[in-house]
């Protein structure tokens, strides 16, 4: 049984573009989550999908937004970017909504320069 | 906010000695996780514990959760190399809330 895949695995943009992050959940999870990663901030809560509908957000910026298609696999935008957005962007994908385990991908390293 | 804080931040221990590793949180949970995270990599799931259960095993580990003090307890017996690794507790709540994670420790085993 395949895992959570994300892609691209890393990515380098300029401040002030944008990017789109892929999740592809496992097959038959119905439940998106994404999560930033930094050093400082550690594990921050981004948003949270299930059923195409966004269950829960985080408290980021307008900047950050997503989305769940039919077949449960996720993106993530991220406009305008800045230096801060720097990070490992984490998906993790479960059965049902609010179900107990989260299985994680392994993550989008971005670099904004 | 609900979210866990891990103490220590940093252990270092040798390999066969045992690694006990702390989580507190600020409020009222369903239930409480924990995952390890090996060097940039995804999070792998460790152990769950549900709010009306106070210890668990899972192979070498141990978990134990303390509601009257909002803290869980990660013990790794027999400790390898392979443990290190970061190691993290996430809580969640009832309602609509998602999963919190703490700021993790890390773990560094020694051979």
């Known amino acids: 049984k395949a895992g959570v895949t994300q892609t691209p695995r890393y990515l380098i943009k300029t401040r002030g573009q944008q990017v789109t992050l892929s999740c592809s959940p496992i097959s038959g999870h119905r439940s998106v989550s994404w999560y930033q990663q930094t050093p400082g901030q550690g594990l921050q809560f981004l948003f949270e999908y299930f059923s195409e509908t966004q269950r829960n957000k985080g408290n980021f910026p307008g900047r950050f937004s997503g989305r769940q298609f039919s077949n449960s696999r996720s993106e993530m935008n991220v406009s305008t970017l800045e230096l801060g957005d720097s990070a490992l962007y984490l998906c993790a994908s479960s059965l049902e909504y609010r179900d107990t385990e989260a299985f994680f991908g392994q993550g989008t390293r971005l670099t904004v320069v | 906010s609900q979210q866990g804080e891990e103490d220590p931040q940093a252990l270092s221990i040798q390999e066969g000695e045992n690694a006990t590793m702390n989580c507190s949180y600020k409020?009222?949970?369903?239930?409480l996780q924990w995952y390890r995270q090996n060097s940039g990599r995804g999070l792998v799931h460790l152990i769950l514990?549900?709010?009306?259960?106070r210890e668990k095993h899972s192979g070498r580990l141990r978990v134990t959760l303390d509601t009257s003090k909002k803290s869980s307890s990660l013990l790794i017996t027999a400790s390898r190399a392979a443990d290190t690794a970061s190691y993290f507790c996430a809580t969640d709540a009832w309602g609509n809330t998602p999963l919190v994670f703490g700021k993790g420790t890390r773990l560094s085993v020694i051979a």
């Open positions: 409020t009222s949970i369903n239930n």
């Open positions: 514990i549900r709010s009306n259960e």
